[in-house]
């Protein structure tokens, strides 16, 4: 029986909103962009980092592995917000994905354009993000997604029929003990109250040995070889699919590449292929091959971060809270609008990093919290946010319509 990886990597750059002060209010509705080139919150400076530390060096060794293991495959999932970035800044990454894609070999998932929690607050908003995804996708990649993955691996019953209805064939989510209680990730669900779509779990123990633990030198099983890595795979009894899903910065700007990590990808496919039987696939094909192992209700929304795997990193305090249901609130008067730049500014003000820049959960998670910041602290991500907020309803005001 053939039992494979699974591997699933995610793509995205916010478009950060720079030192936004009230002053600017009112006078400059560039939220985005108008910084020094060497401020924290400068998109293009991160994204010449990421692209330079991460997605290029990845990117041609998941090509040599891909021209060198004909087995070998993946997924990743790429949001529009950081496919625009590329096309501006680097188009050499771009490129380099473009190329991955071409092999046939590497599935693109669906999600949301500008990576946003809008399936929770406005679902005529999430259906439209999610259509402008798909169209930028197969503009640029030339495929259409089969398989969608909402913000954050955020999922729930209701998300999972939606998929169903919209007629993708399966949905990805968090492999959360509460929720799959005796039950292994390593294998195809499919959720409750739906006909036809399949479930991918993450195992989050396995992924997170990756993205996580992989270089940190107290660990007890540092180093992680690949070698290693894949014996305890195959000491696994029972299970088809080892779903490793994680972000695509893992690989040289989360994990260094003096950690040892790219050392580590080139050569799983080499370990992982030595027994027979193993293989790599797809999302898609996990979901073609294996049948549903048993069905999965999780009636409350799980995420893939932070020790509670909700939404609190999102939502969890009163500044969260506030700055996107003001910012949701005024959905409708947007749109009416019919103003292309106000309502582009109001979606990437959608993206849900800018409301994770605003939590304050400085126990467990608060250090992961803090490295992804391009801000001092959550209350200037705040300030910043609700400025430009404050902004958004100058512009409407001068058209005569007032919140």
Same mark, same amino acid.
């Given at each position: ?13 916010? @478009? ?197 633990? @992989? ?169 910043? @946010? ?18």
């Amino acid at each position: 029986m053939n039992r494979a990886i699974v591997m699933y990597l995610h793509v995205h750059q916010p @478009f950060r909103v720079r030192h936004y002060t009230i002053f600017d209010a009112g006078v400059n509705h560039d939220y985005f962009f108008t910084m020094p080139y060497e401020d924290r919150t400068s998109n293009e400076r991160i994204l010449h980092k990421v692209a330079e530390k991460s997605y290029i060096p990845t990117n041609a060794r998941l090509l040599e592995l891909l021209q060198k293991y004909p087995e070998f495959r993946l997924s990743l999932s790429i949001t529009g917000t950081v496919i625009e970035q590329l096309e501006m800044w680097s188009p050499e990454a771009l490129q380099s994905f473009k190329d991955l894609v071409a092999t046939g070999r590497v599935e693109i998932v669906g999600e949301t354009y500008h990576h946003s929690l809008a399936f929770f607050y406005n679902r005529d908003e999430f259906e439209t993000q999610v259509n402008m995804h798909r169209e930028k996708v197969q503009s640029v990649f030339g495929q259409t997604p089969q398989v969608f993955r909402n913000t954050e691996l955020s999922y729930n019953n209701d998300l999972a029929h939606w998929a169903d209805k919209a007629g993708y064939k399966g949905i990805l989510a968090e492999g959360w003990d509460p929720i799959l209680g005796w039950r292994s990730p390593n294998f195809v669900y499919q959720p409750t109250y739906t006909d036809n779509i399949r479930l991918l779990m993450k195992n989050y123990k396995l992924s997170d040995d990756i993205a996580f633990r @992989f270089g940190d030198q107290n660990w007890a099983e540092w180093p992680l070889t690949a070698d290693k890595f894949t014996h305890w795979l195959n000491e696994t009894s029972e299970g088809t699919n080892f779903n490793l899903f994680m972000d695509y910065e893992t690989f040289g700007e989360h994990q260094w590449d003096d950690s040892g990590i790219f050392n580590f990808l080139y050569h799983l496919p080499e370990q992982w292929l030595k027994t027979p039987g193993n293989t790599f696939m797809t999302v898609s094909e996990t979901i073609d091959t294996f049948d549903a192992k048993d069905r999965v209700d999780m009636p409350y929304t799980v995420t893939w971060a932070d020790t509670e795997r909700d939404l609190s990193a999102w939502l969890g305090n009163g500044m969260q809270q506030q700055a996107i249901h003001a910012l949701y609130d005024m959905h409708q008067k947007i749109l009416d609008t019919n103003d292309l730049s106000l309502i582009e500014d109001y979606r990437r003000l959608q993206t849900s990093d800018h409301f994770y820049y605003m939590c304050t959960k400085w126990f467990n998670d608060g250090d992961i919290h803090a490295y992804f910041s391009p801000y001092e602290n959550p209350y200037d991500a705040f300030i910043a @946010f609700m400025n430009a907020y404050h902004d958004l309803k100058f512009r409407l005001s001068e058209k005569g319509i007032h919140i």
